[in-house]
């Protein structure tokens, strides 16, 4: 099969200026009523999830996003037990009519840092927004959603709960989390979705099959989250047990060099093009939202300012059809070893039934 085509250039000045000229005429992405910027930024990873974290460097790399353009914020009121909100209320400071405000709710975790499920009873609904207004410092947010199905409760009763904050003004827009087709209309019917939010990269291309083809039929974006596979495929490794990637399945001994052949074809096609892998894995998730299904906007994991550069790298990356099935074939999803997560988890996943 022929090779990549080497459009991007090779000289680090060429290589600034490709990036700047991309990103100035990035055509904002639609979720429910909000224009956003193509890649939105994922907080998560700046409150423990992967180890020891730099607020300071944290904070920085908001302000840097902020700057070039990114203006949603992804966070959980569960990511670092309320930490990560308190954080972003530090980032945003002064900044938050440049920003929107993704946030989900209703896993419970325990004082050591253990799972306990979820709570989408309505009372909770309320509850958790009203803890999380205050953490953020801001009289609303943006998008609020569950961050899992609560199999107790009906999805009319826990989007019935947001949709009281929305015509309360506490709320502006409501989204979904890993949850399957038939959830995604029940709620649509409550209430318009703005997106729903639900891994999805190279290694895991499920919500292909039956969910986007429904999110494009009902006019449902994606926020995609996991397009790096946790760092898989860009070879970062848990450094500590408080990683929780070191109890995943495709980072386990034998499931990590299994799928070191995936790794190394992304590598591969990366250098034909004289891009980093990690740009090549965004830009393929940004060209297929390009082609016909819903919009997809890649919500990025940096915790760096480093990170979040070579990120928005890939915003300079144009894929022909040609090339897209080319990388699908050189890094076949069925072919990876592992669960996204482990078996308890997966459980909870109404995505996955």
């Known amino acids: 099969m022929a090779p990549m085509t080497n459009t991007t250039q090779t000289s680090s000045t ?7 000229q991309a990103q100035a005429h990035a055509q904002p992405a639609r979720l429910g009523s909000h224009a956003v910027f193509p890649l939105a930024l994922g907080c998560m990873g700046m409150s423990g999830m992967y180890g020891a974290s730099d607020d300071d460097e944290s904070v920085a790399t908001i302000h840097e996003a902020i700057e070039r353009g990114v ?6 009121d569960f990511y670092g037990t309320g930490a990560n909100e308190l954080l972003i209320n530090r980032a945003i400071k002064g900044r938050r009519d440049k920003v929107l ?4 709710f209703g896993v419970l975790r325990g004082p050591d840092g253990s799972f306990l499920g979820q709570d989408g009873r309505p009372n909770a609904v309320k509850n958790s927004l009203a803890h999380t207004l205050t953490r953020l410092g801001t009289d609303h947010v943006d998008i609020y959603r569950p961050a899992r199905l609560d199999p107790a409760v009906p999805i009319e009763d826990t989007i019935g709960a947001i949709a009281d904050l929305v015509k309360a003004g506490y709320v502006r827009s409501i989204g979904l989390s890993e949850v399957g ?4 209309r029940r709620a649509n019917a409550v209430h318009p979705i703005a997106d729903l939010q639900i891994e999805y990269s190279l290694l895991s291309r499920g919500p292909e099959a039956k969910i986007f083809p429904l999110l494009a039929e009902l006019g449902i ?5 996991g397009v790096l596979s946790r760092g898989l495929l860009t070879r970062s490794k848990p450094a500590t047990p408080g990683d929780f990637r070191a109890h995943l399945p495709r980072f386990t001994a034998d499931n990590e060099r299994d799928n070191e052949r995936l790794v190394a074809a992304l590598e591969t096609l990366a250098a034909e093009r004289s891009v980093k892998p990690a740009q090549l894995a965004i830009a393929w998730v940004l060209a ?4 016909g299904g819903p919009q997809i906007v ?14 928005l790298g890939a915003l300079a990356i144009s894929l022909t059809p040609a090339e897209l099935a080319r990388i699908e074939e050189a890094v076949p999803a069925s072919a990876v070893a592992g669960e996204r997560y482990q078996a308890f988890l997966m459980q909870h996943l109404d995505s996955e039934r």
């Open 181 to 184: 087709p038939e959830t995604i």
């Open 221 to 225: 974006g994606v926020t995609a989250y």
């Open 14 to 20: 060429s290589q600034a200026q490709a990036q700047a």
């Open 298 to 311: 890649p919500t990025v994991g940096s915790r760096t300012r480093r990170q979040l550069d070579e990120a």
């Open 71 to 76: 203006n949603l914020l992804d966070t959980g």
């Open 101 to 104: 405000l993704s946030v989900k």
């Open 288 to 291: 297929k939202s390009r082609a």
